[in-house]
């Protein structure tokens, strides 16, 4: 099985060229786009130095898809590739088990979740009923028991078909037992605090504004208030001058 390491570079001149290809690797990067060219620098493949940017980021990129399918290791520039594989972990150094890597980051997510509702976030991608692992992974199984069915000639595969056929059936009975699991687990989530200061601050503001009201109906109705003249001075004398009798001038005597 082949696994070599391909590099496919984007040069300083802005040309892509490919190295390490075997006989197989140089039939996909020709099928890509590639030119082999193979002189006194040795084997080695390119792209025309008139594409354009989009142009070489698209041969790139599908040259490395095709690659990986055929399972080489192959070493791009990021700025040409589209599709960069996972992470490696030290069971799938080639990064070729994409489905059980997203399963081992939903574990992460569970692992370093910090409340019961990021917990749950996680928990729906494999328990929910419709999109969820557990489902499709059902699917999956009753699909393969179907396909021995298929492909066997002899009809020798009926207990093969039946342990797919088992299989499936447990994962049902497993996503009918964890069906509301998920929602329970939120049920863990500690209840909001309630909003007691607000509401002590708005109480706090009803009582000022009836005090106000209170002391300013009492003005309204005092005697003194009543007596006070229109002018707005309190406490001045009334004005009797139209009562008294008016001053007679001294006579002056002869």
């Known amino acids: 099985m082949p696994e070599p390491l ?55 990129g599908y040259a490395a898809q095709m690659l990986r399918a055929a399972r080489y290791q192959v070493d ?13 972990t030290p069971t799938d150094p080639l990064g070729r088990y994409a489905v059980g890597r997203a399963v081992l980051d939903l574990t992460d997510r569970v692992n370093a979740a910090t409340t019961a509702e990021q917990a749950a976030q996680a928990l729906d991608q494999i328990l929910d009923p419709a999109d969820g692992i557990l489902i499709r992974l059902q699917e999956v199984l009753e699909a393969a028991a179907e396909k021995c069915n298929d492909f066997d000639e ?14 499936a059936e447990q994962l049902t009975q497993i996503g009918h037992d964890l069906d509301s ?19 002590q601050s708005r109480q706090a503001q009803v009582a000022a504004y009836d005090e106000t009201a209170v002391t300013s109906a009492a003005r309204a109705t005092s005697p003194a208030t009543r007596n006070t003249p229109a002018c707005g ?19 002056r005597p002869r």
């Not at 998920?182 to 909003?195: D, K, M, S």
């Open 154 to 167: 002899d009809g020798s595969s009926f207990e093969l078909s039946d342990r797919f056929t088992a299989a």
């Open 6 to 60: 391909i590099t496919i570079a984007l040069e300083p001149s802005g040309r892509v060229s490919a190295r390490g290809a075997d006989a197989l690797a140089a039939t996909l990067l020709r099928r890509a786009g590639f030119t082999e060219i193979n002189d006194w620098h040795g084997l080695r493949h390119r792209m025309p130095l008139s594409s354009s940017t989009e142009e070489r980021a698209a041969v790139a």
């Open 76 to 88: 791009i520039d990021p700025r040409l590739d589209p599709d960069p594989p996972q992470a490696p």
């Open 233 to 251: 001075r309190q406490g001045a004398a009334p004005d009797n001058t139209a009562a008294q009798p008016t001053a007679q001038p001294a006579r």
């Open 181 to 199: 699991a998920a929602i329970g687990f939120r049920a863990l989530e500690p209840a909001a605090p309630t909003q007691q200061p607000q509401e």
